[in-house]
């Protein structure tokens, strides 16, 4: 039998709003093999510094995850071989004056109405964003008129009125939310911007939907993995700036030769070449197609894209702006399905802990331990 190759991974958690190092932290690695998943835990001492005792494997996919705990947020770190790690974590602030978008989304398709909104949230302080209470807190976008349901969006976003509320913490530097809506029946867009956008783009499928729109310039029709949308953009937006966006009636999909799956994967599609991995694909109830589908192998998916944006960034044939926001997008949905499968991992390991103190019986800790792996296979399969 080999053993099991292991190195020392060392680091340190640093307080980057208090400038301090942070004792008694927990930190944990979690690494994915196929004879199962192995979670290493340490914490902090004084000086906020930690060891742990890992395995070596260059090939692990996903690739071993670094994450520590501070006021109930994970902060993530890089598990690198032999170089000592620095996980920076932060205090919390309820004041949103450090957000900013530091570019807005919009993907529609109009032979299904529907629309999907992806936004890169910056925060440029020292501080992570968290509001605490009941339902209703978090980051807060105004929807645009007459939405009034959410089909698709993360875990815990939810509708406060006519506000969609995300309530996961952002922490400094960007992130990333989205959702995905029905057109409404007056076929507009029309909002108020609440926080100050770099970029703003709208990108439409069919090309031949007319569209006009107040606030965005016209771009004519552009390219993406082979398929062609109408587009219109801006830039360097202001707080209470009105967006006004109109679609007029196209000929129907079946007029026109073009399926309702083909319209699928070409949104997905272009949801890829923008970067906006994180578009998923609605339900629609006249499709036959499983809304997992577009998204078997997510993971994987994503790490080639990032591989292929660097690839065309070095050529030349994208500029740093549009390679630099593409890719934070990219990175962001590759966090969002770590963290997912990382908080399971925890109550896995959580659970293991609790029988073997005597806290659980064996019948509730298998059936709950169960119930957990299934959903981590869940997230393998997509990702």
């Known amino acids: 039998m080999i053993p099991t190759l292991t190195f020392a991974l060392t680091g340190q958690v640093t307080n980057h709003t208090l400038a301090r190092p942070e004792a008694n932290i927990q ?4 690494h994915h093999a196929e004879s199962g998943v192995t979670i290493v835990r340490d914490t902090t001492d004084q000086n906020g510094r930690f060891t742990l005792d890992v395995s070596t494997d260059p090939n692990a996919d996903p690739p071993p995850m670094l994450i520590a705990r501070y006021k109930n947020i994970d902060y993530p770190g890089n598990p690198t071989n032999g170089d000592t790690v ?11 004056t450090a957000l900013s978008i530091a570019s807005h989304h919009v993907l529609v398709d109009y032979s299904t109405k529907q629309a999907t909104y992806i936004l890169i949230v910056k925060n440029s302080g020292n501080r992570t964003y968290l509001t605490g209470g009941d339902h209703g807190h978090g980051l807060e976008l105004p929807l645009p008129d007459g939405v009034t349901e959410i089909l698709r969006a993360p875990e815990g976003v939810h509708l406060h009125g006519n506000v969609l509320v995300d309530p996961r913490p952002i922490i400094p530097g960007q992130s990333q939310s989205f959702f995905t809506f029905a057109l409404p029946t007056t076929n507009q867009l029309n909002q108020t911007l609440t926080y100050a956008t770099g970029s703003f783009d709208l990108l439409v499928q069919p090309p ?8 965005l310039h016209e771009h004519g029709n552009v390219n993406f993995g082979g398929q062609t949308f109408k587009q219109f953009a801006a830039a360097d ?64 998916a994503l790490i080639e894209q990032i591989a292929d944006l660097d690839d065309r960034f070095e050529n030349g044939s994208i500029t740093e702006e549009v390679y630099r926001t593409r890719r934070d997008v990219l990175k962001a949905e590759v966090a969002e399905l770590s963290d997912n499968r990382q908080t399971l991992l925890e109550q896995i390991a959580d659970l293991d802990e609790q029988l073997e103190k005597g806290n659980i ?11 957990l792996k299934k959903r981590v296979a869940n997230l393998t399969d997509q990702g």
């Open 27 to 30: 930190v944990s690695y979690i």
């Open 208 to 215: 031949e939907t007319e569209v006009s729109a107040t606030g």
């Open 237 to 300: 937006l202001t707080p209470g700036m009105r967006i006004g966006i109109r679609f007029q009636s196209v000929m129907s999909t079946e007029e026109a030769g073009v399926s309702q799956n083909t319209l699928i994967a070409v949104v997905v599609i272009a949801a890829l070449a923008l970067g906006a991995i994180a578009f998923i694909m609605v339900r629609r109830p006249s499709t036959n197609i499983s809304p997992q589908a577009p998204t078997n192998n997510r993971r994987s």
């Open 86 to 96: 620095e996980i920076p974590v932060y205090e919390i602030t309820d004041q949103d």
């Open 361 to 371: 019986d064996k019948k509730r800790h298998q059936q709950q331990r169960d119930t």
